[in-house]
């Protein structure tokens, strides 16, 4: 069975950082594209930022380029260092998977969806 586990949320101050990660049960994160997204209330869930299989390849939104990274760690693990963290990014943020070639940034393509975590950011 297959689970993705987001940990990290929480709240903190305007400018403030925060590490999300997301930890993968029954596959293996080096065969899948694994993406971030978020959903504020009221709005629809939105891209983040996502690495390749390879994790040789990173995409994000232009909302977060330059203050979030998301990496890949040996323990099957993706994160998202989220730094300079701004009111306007609270949501809940999800990770998704996608075993793909290429990062999509429609929430359709994706098969494998964590519970989400919550960020909330005061100003």
């Known amino acids: 069975q297959v689970q993705l586990v987001e940990s990290g949320g929480g709240l903190v101050q305007a400018g403030g950082s925060l590490r999300l990660s997301c930890t993968a049960s029954?596959?293996?994160?080096?065969?899948?594209?694994v993406t971030w997204f978020r959903q504020a209330p009221g709005r629809e869930r939105e891209f983040v930022a996502a690495?390749?299989?390879?994790?040789?390849?990173t995409s994000y939104a232009d909302s977060v380029k330059g203050r979030f990274t998301i990496s890949r760690d040996a323990k099957n693990t993706v994160n998202l260092q989220m730094s300079s963290l701004k009111p306007e990014d609270t949501a809940v943020y999800y990770c998704?998977?996608?075993?793909?070639?290429?990062?999509?940034?429609?929430?359709?393509?994706?098969?494998?969806w964590g519970q989400g975590t919550q960020v909330t950011v005061s100003s």
């Open positions: 029954g596959l293996t994160f080096d065969n899948y594209v």
């Open positions: 998704a998977a996608d075993r793909t070639m290429v990062i999509h940034r429609t929430t359709a393509s994706y098969d494998y």
């Open positions: 690495t390749s299989r390879s994790g040789g390849s």
